[in-house]
C-alpha cells in the first residue's frame, strides 16, 4: 500500500530534550515536506527537500532541522524543543512537481512540557 | 502569495441532506486542487483532485467542481451520512509548486 508512514504518533517530552520524528514514504516521490498545524492557524509548511541531500524551510522553519539522506527518509529534528512546538505534525511527499497531489501522513501530536 | 478561503467555517445538517462546501483562492495561476478529509486529531485523506485543465471529478458520492478564473471551488457531498462528519480541508498547489490550505470547514451531519 502506498503511504507516508510517521512515528511515533503521540509524544510527550520535556523542554530542552532533544527529539526526532522520522517519516518515510514507499512511493519513491522526490519531495517531501513536513507541516505543522494548530488551531486557528491552519497547517503551515516548516521545511521540505525537493530530492536527496537537497532541503530549503517553509514558513515557520525555527527550532527545527530536517535532513533528507535518502529518497524515502525525512526526519524532524528538534535539537530543543519548547512548549511553543507543541503541535499536530504532518509528514507529506509528492512525485516531482505534484500532478498526482499529496500523499499525508497519520500525524504526530506533539506535546512538550 | 496565494490565499485560500473556506466558507463557511462550520456546517450542522440532517442526514440526508447534501453538502456544498466552498474553497476560494486568490491567485488563478495554479496547477490543481486537493480536497482533504480530516478526522479529529487525525491525518489528511485525499478526496478529490482537481488538475487546473479539468472543470471537475467525481468519486461517488463526491463531486468537486473547479472555475479557476473565479477563483472558485466547490465540494458536494450527496445524501450525507454521519460518517461524513469530519472537516474538510481545500489544499491549492499553485504553479511555483508551493501548497496553501485553507482553514478547513467543520461538517456535523446530525443523525
Known amino acids: 500500500e502506498a503511504q507516508v508512514t510517521q512515528n511515533p504518533r503521540y509524544l510527550i517530552t520535556v523542554t530542552g530534550k532533544k527529539l526526532t520524528v522520522t517519516c518515510s514514504q514507499n512511493?519513491?516521490?522526490?519531495?517531501m515536506s513536513w507541516y505543522r498545524q494548530d488551531p486557528g492557524l491552519g497547517l503551515r509548511q516548516i521545511y521540505y527537500?525537493?530530492?536527496?541531500?537537497?532541503?530549503d524551510k517553509g514558513d515557520v522553519p525555527e527550532g527545527y532541522k530536517v535532513s533528507r539522506k535518502e529518497k524515502r527518509n525525512f526526519p524532524l529534528i528538534l535539537e530543543s524543543p519548547s512548549p511553543n512546538q507543541t503541535s499536530l505534525y504532518f509528514c507529506?511527499?509528492?512525485?516531482?512537481?505534484?500532478?498526482?497531489?499529496?500523499?499525508f501522513g497519520s500525524g504526530t501530536r506533539l506535546t512538550v512540557v | 502569495k496565494q490565499e485560500v478561503t473556506q466558507i463557511p467555517a462550520a456546517l450542522s445538517v440532517p442526514e440526508g441532506e447534501n453538502l456544498v462546501l466552498n474553497c476560494s483562492f486568490t491567485?488563478?495561476?495554479?496547477?490543481?486542487l486537493q480536497w482533504f478529509r480530516q478526522d479529529p486529531g487525525k491525518g489528511l485523506t485525499s478526496l478529490l483532485l482537481?488538475?487546473?485543465?479539468?472543470r471537475e471529478q467525481t468519486s461517488g458520492r463526491l463531486n468537486a467542481s473547479l472555475d479557476k478564473s473565479s477563483g472558485r471551488s466547490t465540494l458536494y457531498i450527496a445524501a450525507s451520512q454521519p460518517g461524513d462528519s469530519a472537516t474538510y480541508l481545500c489544499?491549492?498547489?499553485?504553479?511555483?509548486?508551493?501548497?496553501?490550505f485553507g482553514a478547513g470547514t467543520t461538517v456535523t451531519v446530525r443523525a
Open positions: 527537500s525537493m530530492n536527496v541531500e537537497v532541503t
Open positions: 512511493m519513491n516521490h522526490e519531495y
Open positions: 482537481i488538475q487546473s485543465s479539468q
Open positions: 507529506a511527499s509528492r512525485q516531482d512537481r505534484g500532478y498526482l497531489g499529496y500523499t
Open positions: 491567485d488563478s495561476a495554479i496547477y490543481n
Open positions: 489544499a491549492v498547489l499553485t504553479n511555483d509548486y508551493k501548497l496553501s
